[in-house]
């Protein structure tokens, strides 16, 4: 006996049929219900049509990157909401009754509108073959871009009088080779006060966003000059940077409020010292240079954030639109920076045109001037650790059973390695010494290493490099024992240091100490600031994949497990090819596992490297294109890049 059935009853039968046989009872009901209806039975026959549509379908290619994003989406959700990877299977009840037939229609709703278009998933700009003239359908699977939530600086020359700087959000980036499918990014531009010259990089101060230091040749082309510049603000009424917004000055000494996607800088790692060596002279710039807004700050103060915050006055005595701290320089290492909170700004140089050999200067707001904390002209900057300087200065050693010759000025003197201290400036004598003033009083011809009786060449002068810390306060300088690097940088979570370990070879025509013998690694910070000596200390220490290095510079991301190294070209010191490394953090060895490896990519001098993003600007006339600035950004194992426009007329400068 034929059973009566409804229509939800039978709708749901005609769906199972597709795939399965039914029961002898249910068939011989289903078609007794649609002989009578003709509603279920347009139903049963539309199921029966898309069935052999999607049948008569080509195989459909998801896109490539689908398990990459959906496996880190799945991480993500899985690191906020660890339960949910244990939850109990959901009970689907009267769903599962559906069957294939309720799949088949949610995978024409998925996909239908695509194939109707003629396209395919993941490509939502294909075209059918019978559009509009000109336009072809576009051929294999689609990418899918990786949503990234960062930021990126950048400076924009165009002559002296043409500086901006602009600031923008990176939203997405795309695989290698699909940067076409990404929109070129769009920033807010503001304008930066001119300059006598055009620099060549900026620093942005990490806790000021208003002040920045710019770095220049002279006028006259015969040195370096740095100058303080006022940025002005962000508008706070636009909520991400756009090509369409318009800059926004902020008022005089108002400091520019950071943004919430920015992080804070973070905060000092502790470090371990050894016992700290005083030199015979503890120079004292607060006294040396007084601050004409107001008291300098205290030797006593601590070198913290919390204890001494920056000024909030603008930094320019004179009203100027910039102000010159250092003119007439050779900048040496390659490397000038803010302290992590600000209230430092550091760098190594000498006087330009001279052999004198390098000298370590600190500046701080509301200075007139940037002065000399050693006067041993062999001590290089490198960079900072927990609020105090780190650097490095080469230490004569000793060739065949005798001492190397040593050029007037050189640490012969000083085996200890540890820097001389410059002399304490007397206020009464110089309120306001000009930076002319000071590097005149240093630049002595002796420091050329002498002669040797017969006339001949001297023979040359090698040393081994020696790091140290000093107190920006005091000048109190410390030995690290177990660290012989030259121009060591370590990572911002304090776990790792990179330097260069060998010999140094005297460079007599330029009066500075290069890189002779020797090659770039990473070591444990902590194993070589316990380590008793250089060689314990080595022991720690893994080689990079890197040769022939002369000229380099190095950039740790905020976590430690990446590391940047853009070395020079040996005729072109401007140009450069940049590497990114991933540091495995069990062992310190550079490995060439995922996320975001670049090798060896054509660079200008100058990059920046923060948490999951690398940034850096491109040589102009590659792709017979104008200079342009690269971002290569990650989030997990996943990476992808994006671009600005091609810069035609002008210079692109990374703000680290």
């Known amino acids: 006996m034929i059973q009566l059935m409804d229509h939800e009853r039978a709708c749901r039968l005609a769906a199972v049929r597709l795939d399965q046989p039914l029961p002898a009872d249910d068939a011989a009901a289903l078609e007794a219900h649609l002989a009578d209806c003709a509603m279920c039975s347009a139903t ?44 109990a299977p959901r009970r689907w009840g009267t769903l599962t009754m559906l ?27 294909a075209v059918p073959s019978s559009g509009v003239a000109g336009l072809t359908p576009t051929s294999g699977p689609g990418i899918t871009p990786l949503i990234v939530d960062s930021q990126v600086t950048w400076v924009v020359t165009k002559g002296s009088t043409g500086l901006s700087i602009v600031t923008a959000n990176v939203n997405k980036v795309c695989p290698a080779g699909d940067e076409p499918d990404c929109a070129p990014l769009a920033g807010i531009s503001r304008g930066l006060a001119s300059l006598p010259t055009v620099p060549s990089s900026v620093v942005l101060s990490p806790a000021n966003g208003h002040q920045a230091i710019a770095i220049g040749p002279t006028l006259n082309q015969a040195g370096t000059s740095l100058y303080v510049l006022n940025v002005p603000a962000l508008p706070t009424s636009s909520p991400a940077p756009s090509a369409s917004a318009s800059p926004a000055a902020s008022p005089a000494g108002s400091p520019s409020p950071r943004s919430s996607r920015i992080p804070p800088p973070p905060s000092p790692s ?74 430092w700004f550091a760098f190594s140089a ?14 701080q707001s509301g200075w007139p001037a940037a002065l000399p904390i050693t006067s041993d002209h062999a001590s290089v900057f490198s960079g900072w650790v927990a609020g105090q300087i780190l650097a490095s200065r080469a230490v004569p050693i000793v060739i065949d059973g005798g001492a190397s010759p040593v050029p007037s000025g050189s640490p012969a003197a000083n085996p200890s390695g540890s820097p001389v201290a410059s002399p304490t400036p007397s206020p009464a004598a110089t309120p306001s010494p000009s930076p002319a003033a000071i590097l005149q009083s240093l630049a002595s011809p002796s420091a050329q290493p002498a002669a040797s009786p017969s006339g001949s060449p001297a023979p040359p002068v090698l040393a081994q490099p020696v790091a140290f810390l000093i107190d920006p306060l005091t000048g109190v300088a410390t030995r690290i024992n177990g660290l012989d690097g030259w121009r060591p940088v370590v990572d911002p979570s304090g776990r790792w240091v990179a330097y260069w370990a060998g010999t140094l070879i005297f ?45 380099w510079d190095v950039r740790w991301d905020q976590t430690g497990e990446h590391l940047g190294i853009w070395v020079a070209d040996t005729d072109n010191p401007g140009l450069g090819r940049l590497s990114l490394l991933t540091i495995d953090q069990g062992s310190g060895v550079a490995s060439s596992a995922a996320p975001a490896l670049l090798q060896a990519t054509p660079s200008l001098r100058g990059f920046a490297l923060k948490d999951g993003q690398l940034v850096w600007a491109t040589p102009a006339g590659q792709d017979s294109l104008g200079s342009r600035l690269s971002v290569l950004a990650w989030t997990g194992v996943n990476a992808g890049k994006t671009t600005i426009q091609p810069i035609d007329n002008g210079t692109l400068i990374v703000v680290p």
């Open 44 to 87: 049963a026959a539309g199921y029966e049509a898309d069935r052999l549509a999607l049948r008569a379908l080509p195989p459909i290619e998801p896109p490539r990157d689908l398990w990459a994003r959906t496996s880190a989406a799945l991480e993500r959700e899985h690191a906020r909401n660890p339960a949910s990877g244990r939850r």
């Open 99 to 125: 069957g294939s037939g309720f799949a088949l229609v949610l995978v024409i709703a998925l996909v239908g509108p695509t194939l109707l278009n003629g396209g395919h998933p993941g490509t939502p700009n």
């Open 350 to 363: 000498q006087p330009a045109g001279t052999a004198t050999g390098p000298d370590i200067y600190i500046w």
């Open 507 to 551: 460079d007599p025509v330029n009066g500075v100490w290069q890189p002779f013998q020797g090659g770039l690694q990473v070591a444990s910070w902590s194993a070589v600031l316990a380590a008793p000596d250089g060689a314990t200390g080595a022991a720690a220490a893994h080689a990079l994949p890197l040769s022939g290095v002369t000229d």
């Open 270 to 343: 502790p470090s371990v010292k050894p016992t700290p060596v005083t030199p015979s002279v503890v120079p004292s710039p607060s006294s040396a240079a007084p601050n004409p807004s107001g008291p300098a700050p205290s030797a006593s103060a601590s070198a913290s954030a919390s204890a001494s915050p920056v000024p909030s006055v603008s930094p320019v005595p004179s009203g100027a639109a910039a102000l010159a701290i250092v003119s007439n320089v050779t900048l040496v290492g390659d490397e000038a920076a803010y302290s992590p909170d600000g209230l």
